[in-house]
């Protein structure tokens, strides 16, 4: 996300004339679009703005808040201004560089006598306005494979894609229910039981990790087995599957198989917790310990 800024999971585009001549938004589009072609995460930390227009919505109409206003100190000036009295607003407007921070916003004269279109301008020139190239060569690039159309012609569809709200947003039970196939040893079998034990002790895991009380996050888990820390619109193919080891000190994982494969030989929930927390935070990537 370093060409763009902003608040987390409500980002813009960073004005740059280097990387537009270099047309790296474009590729970036690109990358995009092929991204959700293949069910990956798309952009989904874009501003709601900056979406709106993305979809064809006319600049008039694209949806403005202060929140999304990247530059924290345009965004407070806008917080003031809208929160202040309209005798407060005059005093504002007497203030050191606000006449100018409007001035490079587009507020005429007439548009500055009333607090509403002040900050309604503010909004709308440095969540989109200020950026428009940017997002207009990002816009070339997601015409690739037709996404762009796809994206206008379901925009409810696709906002999962571009904005963080719109996600489905990873649960206990959500993670839970991935796992469509698990692998056990014969029923009756000594090992079968520590199986079984063993996977009562990951539910508890996953309960603790949804509920911030572990240093590891339902994320954290799911992109160890998957490479992903979300869910993606039509899910993960293969299924994600569930297997155990009773060898094994640490988790491991397979993410070309999708496959989380569980330590059995502790015989507490806190032994099993503790490799749990280290296999997660501290393993080398593809679902190495």
Do not use: W
């Amino acid at each position: 996300q370093s060409m763009f800024y902003g608040p987390d999971c409500d980002k813009t585009p960073i004005h740059s004339v280097h990387r537009l001549k270099s047309g790296h938004f474009r590729k970036l589009g690109q990358l995009a679009a092929m991204s959700i072609v293949h069910e990956g995460p798309g952009l989904p930390f874009l501003s709601r703005t900056v979406y709106d227009y993305i979809v064809g919505t006319p600049i008039e109409r694209v949806s403005m808040s202060i929140s999304s206003i990247p530059d924290r100190d345009v965004a407070a000036l806008a917080s003031e201004i809208k929160e202040g009295s309209e005798e407060d607003f005059l005093d504002i407007l007497q203030k050191e560089n606000v006449p100018d921070t409007l001035l490079n916003a587009g507020c005429s004269s007439l548009i500055a006598k009333e607090k509403e279109p002040v900050v309604n301008t503010l909004c709308l020139h440095h969540c989109l306005l200020s950026v428009k190239a940017e997002v207009d060569q990002l816009l070339e690039g997601l015409t690739i494979l037709g996404v762009l159309d796809e994206v206008r012609e379901n925009p409810h569809l696709f906002a999962q894609f571009f904005i963080a709200e719109e996600t489905k947003k990873l649960t206990f039970d959500s993670l839970k229910d991935l796992f469509t196939s698990k692998y056990y040893s014969e029923k009756g079998s000594g090992e079968r039981a520590r199986e079984e034990a063993t996977y009562l002790y990951f539910l508890d895991f996953l309960e603790e990790c949804a509920s911030g009380e572990c240093a590891v996050s339902l994320g954290d888990v799911l992109s160890f087995f998957t490479g992903s820390d979300i869910i993606p619109t039509l899910g993960f193919i293969p299924s994600p599957s569930l297997c155990f080891n009773s060898t094994e000190i640490y988790p491991t994982a397979s993410t070309c198989a999708i496959e989380l494969v569980l330590p059995t030989r502790y015989a507490t929930y806190e032994q099993f917790r503790e490799k749990m927390v280290t296999g997660l935070l501290c393993h080398g990537g593809f679902g190495k310990s």
